[in-house]
């Protein structure tokens, strides 16, 4: 797909683009592992919620748009749990994006971003059972640090992530 990217810091008008990625990213790629209800629930969920997380500002999120249109983002921090890492908290793709080379270029942007806030290295937790986002995260230059954790979504019932972590030489 020939296009011209353009990757740029979400602001708080972003929320409706942001939440649309989300939702239809998660439902292609997620909904699998949930029940219908909870699963459409969890899809509403995310299609609402980035105006909140925009208005606090609390962390870095980076929007990319394929002309003009937003169709990936990443949202990214220090890392809670490895003190003087970053992690990213969420990285989404629309499915309509997929393949066009879209999520490679924000990849690039946020690691670059990363690096400029001083971070030597940073993590991420995907599922287990998520073939083709591992993939990215390896191609993206990310490793398996080989820690695994259970993850409840809110259902009840926990799932296998795993994490992948990248140090900037």
């Given at each position: 797909?020939?296009?011209?990217?353009?990757?740029?810091?979400?602001?708080?008008?972003?929320?409706?683009?942001?939440?649309?990625?989300?939702?239809?990213?998660?439902?292609?790629?997620?909904?699998?592992?949930?029940?219908?209800?909870?699963?459409?629930?969890?899809?509403?969920?995310?299609?609402?919620?980035?105006h909140g997380v925009l208005a606090e500002g609390k962390d870095t999120v980076m929007l990319?748009?394929?002309?003009?249109?937003?169709?990936?983002?990443?949202?990214?921090?220090?890392?809670?749990?490895?003190?003087?890492?970053?992690?990213?908290?969420?990285?989404?793709?629309?499915?309509?994006?997929?393949?066009?080379?879209?999520?490679?270029a924000l990849m690039t942007a946020s690691l670059d971003r990363i690096r400029e806030q001083g971070f030597k290295r940073v993590h991420l937790w995907t599922l287990r059972d998520t073939p083709q986002s591992r993939r990215f995260y390896a191609k993206s230059g990310f490793a398996e640090s080989g820690a695994v954790r259970d993850h409840d979504f809110g259902d009840g019932n926990p799932i296998a992530q795993v994490e992948y972590q990248l140090i900037f030489p």
């Open positions: 797909m020939a296009g011209v990217f353009r990757v740029f810091h979400a602001s708080p008008d972003d929320g409706d683009a942001l939440g649309e990625i989300h939702a239809e990213s998660w439902k292609v790629a997620y909904t699998g592992f949930f029940s219908p209800e909870f699963g459409d629930a969890a899809v509403s969920h995310r299609r609402s919620k980035w990319a748009a394929l002309d003009g249109r937003p169709l990936a983002f990443s949202y990214f921090g220090s890392s809670p749990e490895q003190p003087g890492s970053a992690e990213i908290f969420g990285f989404y793709g629309h499915p309509d994006g997929w393949g066009s080379g879209i999520a490679q």
